[in-house]
């Protein structure tokens, strides 16, 4: 079965510092790769996904970047972090060709603070 | 687009009481649709899903979810609640055609004894 690691678990960081966020997949191969933030009362918001190396499709404008430098690594970064940045950074993989998407498996998340 | 719209944001219920946390979504295409269950600082585990054949869909801590197509809704319930189903509940589509899946806002379920 698909494993994720994901790390920091937690992280606080000063507005205006840079962020890099790393997550990747054991036990599968070319994986659809995500990001989701959590924010509190709002649910799970799909930030990039991944069908591929090199593939990044990004879901809302925002202060944020992501990256994908080999197959089973998804890295999320930003230049300058905001206080909005805030928030549950899930990273998930699912299994899917683009017929529909039948399950998805996340990571333990890293708990962003800017301050 | 798709969207998912999970009605109530907190349903707090007694231990052994019956709960059922209401999901409804949009699409204009076939989907595939989910439950997931999130612990406190944890990522999301899936509960259970519909893919196709039986509307009926079971998980193997006693909850289960109907797929209604015409009135586009997958409530997931469970007859009788126990302290350790006290978390937040994710309802998810995935469209038939694209390799995004789109989350509902969370139910949060509290058991109280």
């Known amino acids: 079965s698909q494993t994720i690691h994901q790390w920091p678990a937690t992280l606080v960081q000063p507005v205006g510092s840079p962020l890099s966020l790393e997550c990747t997949v054991e036990?599968?191969?070319?994986?659809?790769l995500y990001w989701y933030r959590q924010a509190a009362g709002r649910g799970l918001q799909l930030l990039f996904y991944s069908v591929g190396i090199g593939q990044i499709s990004s879901e809302v404008p925002q202060n944020l970047s992501a990256s994908r430098p080999q197959d089973r690594q998804f890295i999320l970064s930003s230049k300058k972090l905001l206080l909005s940045d805030s928030g549950f950074y899930l990273c998930?993989?699912?299994?899917?060709?683009?017929?529909?998407?039948?399950?998805?498996?996340f990571g333990q998340g890293t708990r962003l603070t800017v301050v | 687009a798709q969207s998912v719209t999970q009605l109530d944001s907190q349903v707090p219920v007694f231990e052994e009481a019956p709960v059922e946390l209401r999901c409804n979504y949009s699409?204009?295409?076939?989907?595939?649709l989910f439950w997931y269950v999130q612990y406190p600082n944890q990522g999301l585990q899936l509960l259970l899903k519909?893919?196709?054949?039986?509307?009926l869909v079971e998980s193997i801590n006693g909850f289960e979810a109907e797929f209604n197509k015409s009135q586009t809704s997958f409530h997931l319930r469970k007859p009788s609640v126990h302290i350790s189903d006290t978390a937040e509940y994710f309802c998810?589509?995935?469209?038939?055609?694209?390799?995004?899946?789109?989350f509902g806002a969370g139910t949060r379920l509290f058991v109280k004894a």
């Open positions: 699409s204009s295409v076939s989907v595939y």
């Open positions: 998810a589509v995935s469209d038939d055609g694209g390799f995004k899946t789109i």
């Open positions: 036990g599968t191969s070319n994986p659809n």
């Open positions: 519909y893919l196709s054949g039986s509307t």
């Open positions: 998930a993989t699912s299994t899917g060709t683009g017929g529909g998407q039948t399950e998805a498996f």
